[in-house]
């Protein structure tokens, strides 16, 4: 299984960035799709996160600027991000709760590669 996560780059502050990344492999259902990122010198946090049955949670501080959707049918999610900041610069990993076609009983967590989102004041 694999997670590839695309659309970071380089914004002025105010600006709009959009994030995909699709999963790829042996994937018997997908539980939760979403988003975490780390700052330089901090922890990963959760950003936002999606539920199949359509339950979506948000960090308290993109709340009102960050959206999160997914196509289920193609196994993507998507994190519009919008009226960016500087301190929302880090790297966005993708993340994706997942069972697989040789364990489809029991399910883990997978991990995109990273995408550097940086946000100029």
């Known amino acids: 299984v694999q997670l590839q996560a695309s659309g970071g780059g380089l914004v002025q502050s105010g600006g709009s960035l959009r994030l995909s990344c699709v999963a790829s492999g042996s994937i018997f259902s997908i539980n939760t799709m979403g988003w975490y990122r780390q700052a330089p010198g901090k922890e990963r946090e959760l950003v936002a996160s999606?539920?199949?049955?359509?339950?979506?949670n948000y960090a308290e501080y993109v709340k009102g600027r960050f959206t999160v959707s997914r196509d289920n049918a193609k196994n993507t999610v998507y994190l519009q991000m919008n009226s960016l900041k500087p301190e929302d610069t880090a790297l966005y990993y993708c993340n994706a709760r997942l069972s697989t076609e040789v364990m489809y009983w029991t399910e883990r967590d997978y991990w995109g590669q990273g995408t550097l989102v940086t946000v100029s004041s």
């Open positions: 999606s539920s199949t049955g359509g339950k979506v």
